[in-house]
């Protein structure tokens, strides 16, 4: 009763504000239920003028960025990449740049591990932990893989101490371009506040990327109802 109650005032809320003269129009996440939560939103944009922007606050994660976007959103907001880098986590891609390399280690805290791997399907998560199983990396996939997404490296782990590599092969961004997964880990270690300045940046660029490849979609007219990262 609770969420539909919420429901009917966004939407009566949308169709208010679709009869007043201004630029632009900002739906907050969290006045969207947890569930079922695209659905509504495409309700609210369609309700909306053509031709201004949409702006949602409040994104979750990279799948939530994703779904907003395949709804119509213009603008969406990213600063769950700064909650991630205060806790050591940073975003990997989930398709190798590199064919020598068949997958990026991934290391997730305990407390964000039962629910990632619950969306991992059992053959991927196998292939995954049997080619790094030698560097003793736990791998897990967040659930955001599921829409074509990234996996999260946990900038915490012990078995990065040793790891003289940047976060992910091929990555131009500064952090990996300059500095190691064992450097980023000691910083983390020894509570150093370039630590999560340095994932950051680097969370930063991963999804710079992903959003230009979803704005070279969208110009390309291509659908982005059916679109893989």
Known sequence: KQWYQRRVRVLKSAQIL???EVEGYVVERAALPVKGWTHLLRKVISLLPPGRPVYMFGA???TELIDA??????????????????QGLALISSQPQSSAVTSQ???VDEKFGPSLADAVPASKAQKSEKSDAKRGVKLVFDSMVEAGGSRIMDLKDKSLVRQF???EEGCECFTCSRHTRAYVHHLFNTN??????????????H???LVKRIREAVESGID???WKV
Do not use: Q, W
């Open 18 to 20: 679709a009869t007043r």
């Open 60 to 62: 979750l994660n990279e």
């Open 69 to 86: 976007y395949r709804c119509g959103c213009h603008c969406v907001d990213t600063s769950f990449l700064s909650r991630y880098a205060t």
């Open 105 to 107: 280690p991934v290391a």
């Open 165 to 167: 590599v940047g976060f």
């Open 192 to 205: 150093e506040m370039l630590g999560p300045t340095l994932v950051s940046l680097h969370n930063l660029h």
């Open 207 to 209: 999804v710079r990327g």
């Open 224 to 226: 982005l109802t059916d």
